[in-house]
């Protein structure tokens, strides 16, 4: 799919974004936006940007988008399929 967005000249210079860079700008946007949202897991963004670990992580932290921090009940289904203790 290709979408179309027209983003004005004085906004573009405003924001200090060189036109032929926008498009990526506002694809990272779009799946980072999705990814806070619960929609994407991380690995799925950086998969889809083809970025790696490193530098999907550096987006994030640009992006401001919390590192996942799991509840009580998360930690116990995952610790569940850990191999127990000999």
Known sequence: MEITLQIPEPI???LGYAPETLPRRAL???LVDECSRGRL???KVAELLGLSFH????????SRVPYPIKSSAEDLLDNAS????L
């Open 28 to 30: 990272e946007a779009l």
């Open 82 to 85: 850990l191999p127990s203790a």
């Open 41 to 43: 897991s991380r690995g």
């Open 12 to 14: 573009a210079r405003y």
């Open 55 to 62: 530098e999907a992580e550096e987006l994030f932290h640009q």
